[in-house]
């Protein structure tokens, strides 16, 4: 064995083909001579099997009683004869597969028609005695042309099928290498559009950023950090009266003689979900909120409004805190947070910016959007290419297998 001879993919099928021709030239000679054979044989029962048909029909228009019932089954058996002669197809390109296919084609057909031949033959006897010997001689033939072809293909051609899979083959991998760079211009294209949907995208968001970190949105984030953090002050101020006002909250909606107004029920409500909101917009003192506490703790102290005695003890203190005055430092508080946020809120500039950062902020969303279809598809180019590669290996190692088993060559495709 020589050493290992290296190519390209466009090399290899000119060098195949000179190592090969001495071999494949002589047996495709034969195998186009056998396929032409088979060709004129199956034509010629096609003939035959026409001249049943024509015989029959004419027959059958004479309208002859004696032959009359013979003439209409031949004329239907010749024209299953016909139905099926046109399904076996003759290849224009010879190879073992195509020539293997016609000659399994043609037993298939040949099959059927002997069985119809022996059950019905006999029974169209004494007629058409001279048409149907003249089909069965062509029908004969046929059947020797068949039998050559099978033998040619079991004993000949299949010892250089390998040889010629490794030449559709090569065929095969220069057109998946074509493919390939298709794929990969696609694939590029996509990667600049996603780099450019990328700049626009980074640009954007610079812009959005540089809005936020402007005066009346970095005031608005300062303010409702305050906000949030008064917020979290008040729901512990509040604590301990949680339990005992979503109690009060249920007696009220549920006609429990909680003893509240639709106003004071509105305000329970708000310092229960809003506890900022509902203390900035109380009148100064929280009026609201202390009679609500004090028709919580009348409620407490008649035993209506039940709780455990060490939660009663700290609601009371928490009542009694809040009576005298404790939130009133925080309800300023609140008063100058909301208010400045009003002002940052309803300012021109806050408008104008906020105008600017929605235009910005749906155009990423759009550009966003584009940048995951445009992803996807990148993607779906990703994986076509590495199948692609996949499939162009696997058949560069099938074709240096093939050299190798019948060639005794070892070849490397690069």
């Known amino acids: 064995m020589t050493d290992e001879l290296k190519f390209s ?16 030239a002589p047996v495709h000679a034969q195998a186009q001579k056998l396929r032409d054979d088979m060709r004129e044989a199956i034509q010629s029962v096609t003939e035959a099997s026409k001249l049943l048909f024509d015989s029959s029909t004419k027959e059958i228009e004479k309208r002859n009683m004696r032959v009359y019932n013979r003439a209409r089954a031949l004329n ?12 076996v197809n003759v290849p224009d390109y010879v190879s073992y597969e195509n020539l293997n296919k016609l000659a399994q084609e043609t037993q298939k057909v040949f099959l059927v028609t002997d069985i119809d031949v022996r059950n019905w033959f006999p029974r169209l006897s004494p007629f058409f005695i001279m048409d149907r010997r003249k089909f069965l001689t062509v029908y004969e033939k046929a059947k020797l042309s068949l039998t050559a072809l099978n033998d040619f293909l079991s004993k000949e051609y299949v010892k250089t099928k390998t040889l010629e899979d490794a030449l559709q083959l090569v065929d095969e991998l220069r057109g998946l290498e074509r493919q390939l760079v298709a794929i990969e211009a696609e694939r590029k294209s996509i990667v600049d559009e996603r780099l450019v949907l990328e700049k626009e995208l980074a640009e954007l968001e610079r812009r959005i950023a540089d809005l936020k970190s402007r005066g009346p949105i970095d005031q608005l984030f300062i303010v409702e950090t305050e906000i949030g953090a008064l917020n979290n002050e008040i729901t512990r101020a509040l604590r301990h009266l949680q339990k005992p006002f979503r109690k009060v909250q249920a007696m009220a909606t549920q006609g429990g003689g909680a003893g509240l107004t639709l106003e004071e029920q509105n ?12 203390l900035a917009t109380e009148d100064t003192g929280y009026p609201l909120l202390k009679q609500i506490l004090q028709k919580l703790s009348r409620l407490i102290s008649e035993g209506k409004l039940k709780l455990k ?20 430092a925080l309800q300023q508080r609140c008063v100058v947070m909301a208010t400045q946020q009003r002002q940052i809120l309803n300012s021109a500039k806050m408008a104008e910016i906020r105008a600017s950062l929605a235009e910005y902020q749906e155009q990423a969303k759009q550009l966003k959007a584009r940048k995951i279809s445009v992803e996807a598809h990148e993607a779906i180019k990703e ?16 074709i240096e297998k093939n050299i190798l088993g019948s060639l005794g060559v070892k070849i490397q495709i690069l």
């Open 9 to 24: 993919s466009a090399e290899i099928k000119s060098w195949l083909e000179d190592q090969t021709r001495p071999i494949l």
């Open 76 to 87: 239907k058996l010749s024209r299953l004869f016909l139905d099926r002669l046109k399904k």
């Open 267 to 278: 305000a329970l409500a708000r310092y229960l979900e809003k506890p900022f909101e509902a």
């Open 309 to 328: 005695p060490d939660k009663a003890k700290k609601a009371e203190q928490s009542i009694n805190e809040i009576l005298h005055d404790s939130l009133r």
């Open 383 to 398: 994986r076509a290419y590495r199948e692609t590669q996949e499939k162009i290996d696997s058949i560069k190692r099938a």
